[in-house]
């Protein structure tokens, strides 16, 4: 059973870097066809898809998220990293972890495992 766990600070001071790293279990994050994401839910609002890295070490970032948006990633502790940059309160949001097999998955039924979610404020 594959396991993804969040981690990382709950409060960010605006225009700062935010940091979160997604350890996984059960299942390695560089072998078999599977994209690790990063999707976070702002109060009151839907899902939002950030971006992946892929089996490979590919990364994909959404548009709207791309200019502030890295996603990394270390294979020998099983981990991927976000990093988003220059935040606001907008940004703040559950951020979630997760794996879908198709790296253009529109539909969030898509991704088979999830971590359980951490919250991230951004304030002063």
């Known amino acids: 059973q594959v396991q993804l766990q969040e981690s990382g600070p709950g409060l960010v001071k605006p225009s700062q870097t935010l940091s979160l790293t997604c350890s996984v279990s059960?299942?390695?994050?560089?072998?078999?066809?599977?994209?690790w994401s990063w999707i976070r839910r702002p109060p009151g609002k839907g899902l939002e898809s950030i971006g992946y890295?892929?089996?490979?070490?590919?990364?994909y970032y959404s548009p709207s998220l791309k200019s502030r948006t890295s996603i990394s990633r270390d294979t020998s502790k099983n981990q991927f990293t976000l990093q988003l940059s220059s935040v606001t309160p907008e940004d703040t949001a559950v951020y979630y972890c997760?794996?879908?097999?198709?790296?253009?998955?529109?539909?969030?039924?898509?991704?088979?495992?999830w971590g359980q979610g951490t919250q991230v404020t951004v304030s002063s």
């Open positions: 059960g299942g390695s994050i560089s072998t078999h066809v599977y994209y």
């Open positions: 890295i892929g089996y490979t070490g590919r990364t």
């Open positions: 997760a794996r879908t097999p198709d790296p253009v998955a529109t539909n969030f039924d898509e991704y088979d495992f």
